[in-house]
């Protein structure tokens, strides 16, 4: 049935404002070309160029260059990899569950390891067979910790090589599963878990993860810890029933205080961008919980085209990470003002601002700022990440500057603008920035 020239305005309209919508309140977030389409599980950054991300089908996917680009390692496993750390740029550890189908049947964890930034991956059946580990980190090079189902925590003294069991209270809540744990500082660890309709459950070691006491905080698991100091810790869970919750103390665990959001949906994750900024994932919810008062008030905000988001990672102020299902991967895009328009520009920092007007037909203005003369290139994509055209590729002085694309030969559709700069001269070095940004094109 043809639509009348109103049902188009009427329906361009409604697209416009539903964009708009999207734009004010997940922009910051910006969806990038992802190798996979597996489910993606947790996101490890060491420093805003070097990050790795685990996922189904024992996916290991890998930037050396801030997520300009992602490559899949091999990671010698064929199941879902749950938890990946490294402790730098070569040395890194991940665990995924092992379900052996043929006899003999070996049920339980494999531990990788790596020493050369993942291009090599080993691994091992954990020997305490039918245990599945969640969650493993470490201090330094030599003492980690590793936690998962029945209460079972385990630390190394020597890089991995040998685990020890550790001594967990007797109490009821020792024996449900630990979903993740973290280092406060040398002696101090946390540790968070739980089981649904039963009880949170957090861990707390002071002497390096060798002996861990456990305290019911609340009524559903709690999935993630955020540690802002040696007092303050925020864990983040929850369950469908009663949503997602929270549970913080200010005395190094001392206390806890429950706290129901109000929100449907789980807390998966949970990281801090500054001090006050904090965002928690909430998975199939496609939403984000974030707070800009330290943890006071959170309201909620959809994720960039429904992405369902199972782990954050801000690896400083401006540049942060999300991962989750069907491979998808987001980038934190820093504004100050959280709206795309004509922020003046911070000393330091390049800006991409959002391309006027979007939707656009057939022609659009791409804005950017730069802090210093620099070499760029500014490229358009589509939504499969095939490269359409170059727009600008050479150096340019500080400033705002601005340039039209005109799609007039393009089919209608979501489109992405990537702004790539390097400080003249210094390719690859640290002043390298990568920003993208999404656009419609309605004809």
Known sequence: MAINNLSKTVFLAMVISAVFQVNVYSQQWSQVFSPTKYNLNNVFF???????????????????????NWRIQNSGVTNPVYSVFFVDE????????????????HYGTRVLSTTNGGLNWSNYLFPDTNLFLNSICFFDEQNGCMGGTVGKIYYTTNAGQNWFRSTVDSGIASVFPVEKIKYSDRQNMYAAGGSFDIAGVIWKSTDAGRNWISTIVGPEPLNDIFIYNSSEVLCAGGDFEYGASNVYTSNSGANWRYTEFGIFGISRSIDFRTNDEGWIALGITDSFLVTTDRGIGWELRPAPDGAQIYDIDFTNTRNGWAVGNDGVILKYNFEPSGI?????????????????????????????SLPEKSDIKLTIYNAIGIEIKTLINGSQNAGKHEIIFNAENNPSGIYYIKLISYKTGQYNSSKMQSITKKMLLLK
């Not at 890194?92 to 092992?98: E, I, M, P, R, T």
């Open 90 to 105: 070569n040395t890194g550890y991940a665990l995924s569950w092992n379900f052996d189908k043929t006899p003999p049947l």
């Open 340 to 368: 795309s328009g004509d922020e003046e520009l911070i000393p330091g920092s390049e800006m991409l601002y959002q391309n006027y007007p979007n939707p656009f037909n057939p022609s659009t203005v791409i804005s950017y």
């Open 46 to 68: 060491i420093d805003t160029l070097s990050g790795w991300i685990g996922g189904d089908s024992g996916i290991i996917i890998h930037t050396s260059d801030n997520g300009m």
